[in-house]
C-alpha cells in the first residue's frame, strides 16, 4: 500500500497545488516545477476537451483539471506508467475534490489511454 508520506505522491501533490494556483493567476507566471507542464497546456486541454466533451474547460472544478492536467502530462510526455498515474490521480481526487472528482478523473483518463492508444495491464 502507498502511503501518504511517499515522495513522489509528496511531489505531485505540490505540482497540482502549483497548477491550482497557476489556474487562478492573471498573471500566468508559474513556478519551475510546473512549467514543463504549462508549456503543454495547449495539447494537454485538448485531450481534456476530447475526453469530457459534455464539460467544458472552464466548468471542470480546478482541482480536478489541476490533477487531470498533471495526470495527463505523465501520462503522454513522462510516459509513467498508466497504472500508477491512474491510481495517483484518483487518490489525488478523493484527497483533495468533491465527492465526485475521483469517478470523473478517472473516467476522464481512461478515455485519454482509449485516445493515444496506450495499454494498462487491465486493458492488454
Known amino acids: 500500500m502507498k502511503l501518504k508520506t511517499d515522495p513522489r505522491h509528496l511531489k505531485r501533490i505540490a505540482l497540482m497545488q502549483d497548477l491550482f494556483t497557476f489556474s487562478f493567476r492573471t498573471e500566468k507566471k508559474s513556478t519551475k516545477g510546473v512549467q514543463p507542464i504549462i508549456s503543454k497546456l495547449d495539447e494537454i486541454d485538448e485531450l481534456i476537451k476530447k475526453s469530457a466533451p459534455n464539460r467544458p474547460i472552464e466548468q471542470i472544478n480546478k482541482i480536478d483539471l489541476s490533477i487531470l492536467r498533471l495526470s495527463i502530462f505523465e501520462l503522454i510526455i513522462d510516459k509513467e506508467p498508466p497504472k500508477v498515474i491512474i491510481d495517483e490521480a484518483v487518490e489525488l481526487g478523493k484527497e483533495f475534490g468533491s465527492d465526485s472528482s475521483s469517478s470523473f478523473i478517472n473516467g476522464v483518463l481512461?478515455?485519454?489511454?482509449?485516445?493515444?492508444?496506450?495499454?494498462?495491464?487491465?486493458?492488454?
Open 110 to 124: 481512461g478515455k485519454v489511454l482509449n485516445l493515444k492508444g496506450i495499454k494498462t495491464n487491465a486493458n492488454k
